[in-house]
Nanobody, 123 residues
Framework: QVQLVESGGGLVQAGGSLRLSCTAS????????MGWFRQAPGKEREFVAA??????????EDSVKDRFTISRDNAKNSVTVYLQMNSLNPEDTAVYYC??????????????WGQGTQVTVSS
């Protein structure tokens, strides 16, 4: 059984920063892409960022492109992905989910999901 566990969420003021982490545990886990999605109240879950595990190539949703950075820990036997979030604004408030999947931006191709971590940005 593979589990993805996120951490690092919290409450921050507008303009501040947070760093989310996601670690896979359990049996050997391998997916082409690791991604971050978010879901605000009353809205659909949306793509935020993804990283191709093989070479570190990254993908971003337009509204976060210059503010968020996704990275990975490529150490042996480790599957950890990070999301550094800078210049946060209240529109970034959501539950953030880590996921593993086959294609970078298509939510339907992600088949492993974490439980989510709340990010709240106050104005």
């Amino acid at each position: 059984q593979v589990q993805l566990v996120e951490s690092g969420g919290g409450l921050v003021q507008a303009g501040g920063s947070l760093r989310l982490s996601c670690t896979a545990s359990g049996r050997t886990f391998s997916r082409n892409y690791m991604g971050w999605f978010r879901q605000a109240p009353g809205k659909e879950r949306e793509f935020v960022a993804a990283i191709r595990w093989s070479d570190g190539n990254t993908y971003y949703e337009d509204s976060v492109k210059d503010r968020f950075t996704i990275s990975r820990d490529n150490a042996k036997n480790s599957v950890t992905v990070y999301l550094q979030m800078n210049s946060l604004n209240p529109e970034d408030t959501a539950v953030y989910y880590c996921a593993g999947g086959a294609l970078p931006t298509f939510r339907s191709t992600y088949d492993y999901w974490g439980q989510g971590t709340q990010v709240t940005v106050s104005s």
